[in-house]
């Protein structure tokens, strides 16, 4: 006996495994590119990510706009040096991102886990809440 689905059932099911597919590949070959573009000193294609009116939300400081992410961007960058490794991820839904990534560096400390909260609209970056 074959049981049937309702349309709503077959469409979470689909959303579902889309998530679960989305969630198997490597952080670097989808999404945001920010962790990847600051790597490699290339501020201006990492701010390109961001909605004109985005956010980002940066060790209790807030930075509203493309000139303040600018900013931010490059102050971060100049401040120490450091290498990222992506630990970990998890794909809320279609507009919610977050990445887990393991920083070490120059920094006081030498080595933090941060957690990365990604919001977007569309292709772009919303807000950004980067957190231990």
């Known amino acids: 006996m074959t049981q ?3 349309p709503q059932e077959r469409q979470e099911n689909s959303r579902d495994r ?3 597919r989305l969630s198997r590949r490597p952080v670097a070959s989808r999404g945001p590119g920010l962790p990847r573009c600051s790597r490699k000193q290339r501020h201006a294609e990492a701010v390109s990510h961001f909605a004109p009116d985005a956010v980002v939300v940066d060790d209790g400081k807030s930075y509203e706009g493309i000139e303040a992410i600018q ?5 971060s960058a100049s401040e120490y040096t450091w290498t990222n490794t ?12 977050t990445v ?9 400390g030498g080595t933090v886990v ?9 292709s772009t970056i919303r807000r950004l809440a980067i957190a231990v």
């Open 100 to 108: 887990r990534v393991r920083v070490d560096g120059t920094f006081p």
């Open 18 to 20: 889309d998530l679960h």
């Open 4 to 6: 049937r689905s309702n």
């Open 114 to 122: 941060l957690r990365y909260q990604f919001e977007l609209a569309g």
């Open 86 to 97: 992506p630990i970990g991820q998890q794909i809320t839904d279609a507009e919610t991102v």
């Open 71 to 75: 900013s931010w961007i490059e102050n």
